[in-house]
């Protein structure tokens, strides 16, 4: 690298890459710090881009700081970690940052909308004492999630307090019926083969671009939010199992000991499920969640098909059990249960051993291969044993050959992939639709990434789309953790449209305030992040002030 020449403040500096290209800092341009061809926009403030100028020698950050941010401790695959080695003065470029957000006279719009407000150059500030769970709980504020959540919670327990009031005999007389309907109902939500179907449907008949944007906004808030369903779905179903059994223990006569009894099993296996899935327990300890909901509701499922055969069968003037399938098949609890069983049994039928080849470019990540590609926008679960625990993952694929996932070493399966690397692991082969999936719906997107959240946007800059794209993405030692492949998948892409930042070099970013510039820059429809928890809610707090649609992954999503 070459010394800064002149000592004039707008001097001209040189650089040279690791891969021997020279590029310059202009302080003609708007931005002094833009390299190569910036967008033909106006730029609402500064950023430092760089590409993967990786060397052992410098760091590049603020001329006034005295030393590169540094990150929390975390276990988030997405976490943006910063440099832990010492500041030595002889190996940092001090390279002078514009402080002030460069003024306009004019109104900048995005998309058309007016931008409300700009944000501060500088970080926003660091809580240490915030949680992840309370950021993801509390901090994001009353969100579709939650809404659906207490909308379907309140019209049960609207149909439940009229049930027991009298005024609504139906439920009084079919309470079972009603919390059999809310388990199909939270199972539903939570089928993959199912969302895939809906997501898919989505996409084909709103993703054209004659719809209005606030209707593709408001569907994508919807499915990515229709856990809130499940939740309020699950609950509700415990309330009206509790008011069946008070109905049938005021009514002993007409039923019998063991449908009691099953019922009160099936009770006790359904909250135990739910507290399972209580945030706090589901934070701290996520295999034992995983392993509760698995095995305590296929327990309830089978106890409920035991408690439709018992209660249909039962003849209370003889006290005995006449079971017939003409009885069974005109209730409408057997064919709702059917329902729920194929729906959970569908994804397991498409569970596979596949032949895997495993590399792991640094200690930080592993790189999964698997044969077959996969549309852009899916998303994977792999596991090394399919009855105890399963990994989602984001699934990278030009569409052709082969596919891969980014393993972030964050958790002791993960971490088992580079120290001791399989040969086989169990899959499924359905692969299911998220957020991701969702960028089909509109026409320009800004993608924005931190660490080995990459790995969920990767398929779009690999395969033909007609979405077009643009990229942020942060990341520590890019090409020392995620190695030349990923590098590769990355700068192939159009230069125009991607701005990388290597927090090694430069040092921690305001990833907010990238996202709201870049999403103005591109006249971009919506920005999607996939980060650590905090670092979402800055980024869709930031785009909120400046009224852009952005979407991040939340608590269940």
């Known amino acids: 690298m070459e010394e800064m020449e002149g000592t004039e403040v707008n001097r001209i500096a040189r650089f040279s890459s690791c891969r021997g290209v ?16 910036p967008p033909k926009q106006e730029r609402l403030g500064t950023w430092l881009w760089l590409p993967w100028t990786r060397t052992n020698s410098i760091k590049i950050h603020h001329a006034n700081a005295t030393s590169p941010t540094r990150s929390r401790p975390s276990s988030h695959f997405c976490d943006i970690e910063i440099d832990a080695d010492d500041d030595d003065d002889d190996n940092v470029v001090e390279v002078e940052f514009l402080d002030e957000v460069q003024g306009i006279d004019k109104p900048e719009y995005a998309n058309g909308i007016k931008v409300q407000k700009l944000l501060s150059k500088t970080d926003p500030p660091r809580n240490n004492n915030t949680s992840r769970l309370s950021i993801i709980l509390l901090d994001q504020g009353f969100t579709v999630y939650k809404k659906l959540f207490l909308l379907c919670l309140t019209l049960n327990l609207v149909a439940l307090a009229l ?34 179907v809906v997501f898919w449907f989505a996409v084909k008949t709103i993703g054209r671009p004659c719809v209005p944007l606030r209707i593709k906004t408001a569907a994508t808030s919807f499915l990515q939010s229709v ?9 509700s179903s415990i309330a009206w199992l509790v008011y069946s059994l008070v109905l049938t223990l005021e009514n002993k006569d007409e039923t019998s000991p063991e449908i009691i009894g099953v019922a009160f ?47 249909v069968s039962y003849e209370p003037s003889t006290h005995t059990y006449d079971s017939t399938v003409s009885k069974l098949v005109k209730k409408q609890e057997c064919w709702l249960t059917l329902a729920i069983t194929l729906l959970i049994m569908i994804p397991w039928l498409t569970i596979r051993k596949v032949p895997v080849f495993v590399s792991a470019p640094s200690s930080h990540a592993s790189i999964i291969k698997f044969e077959g590609g996969v549309q852009a926008g ?21 569409g052709k050959k082969e596919h891969m996932m980014l393993a972030g070493a964050v958790g002791d399966f993960t971490k088992s992939l580079i ?31 931190t660490g080995s959240g990459i790995c969920v946007f990767l398929s779009f800059l690999l395969q033909p789309s007609k979405v077009d794209v643009c990229l942020i993405w942060v990341a520590k030692n890019i090409e020392l953790n995620f190695g030349n492949e990923m590098k590769e998948m990355v700068t ?51 785009c909120k002030k400046a009224n852009i649609p952005a979407f991040g992954p939340i608590w269940d999503s």
């Open 227 to 235: 856990g809130g369903i499940h939740s309020g779905c699950g609950i």
């Open 492 to 542: 192939n892409y159009s230069k125009d449209k991607v701005i990388v930042h290597d927090t090694a070099i430069c040092g921690r970013p305001n990833v907010a305030e990238m996202s709201v510039e870049g999403a103005i820059r591109w006249n971009t429809e919506v920005v999607i992040v996939t980060s650590n928890p905090e670092g979402s809610r800055n980024v869709l707090r930031a």
């Open 163 to 196: 049930s027991v009031a009298g005024h609504f005999q139906y439920g009084k007389k079919k309470a079972t019926l009603f919390s059999i309907g809310n388990i199909l109902a939270l199972t539903l939500c939570r089928s993959e083969a199912a969302l895939r």
């Open 419 to 449: 120290t001791t690397p399989p040969k086989h692991l169990w899959v499924r082969t359905m692969h299911f639709a998220g957020l991701p999936y969702l960028v089909n719906l509109y026409q320009r997107v800004l993608l924005v990434a």
């Open 265 to 311: 099993a099936i009770l006790s296996l359904i909250s135990l499920s739910s507290l399972a899935a209580f945030p706090l327990i589901r934070h701290l300890h996520h295999n034992i969640f995983e392993r509760i909901h698995r095995f305590a509701g296929w327990t309830a499922l089978v106890l409920l098909w035991l408690f439709i055969v018992l209660s």
């Open 378 to 398: 899916l998303l994977g679960r792999i596991s090394p044993s399919p009855l105890s625990e399963w990994h989602a993952f984001g699934i990278i694929s030009d």
């Open 22 to 37: 020279a590029f310059e800092i202009n302080p003609n341009r708007i931005n002094p710090f833009a390299i190569g061809s």
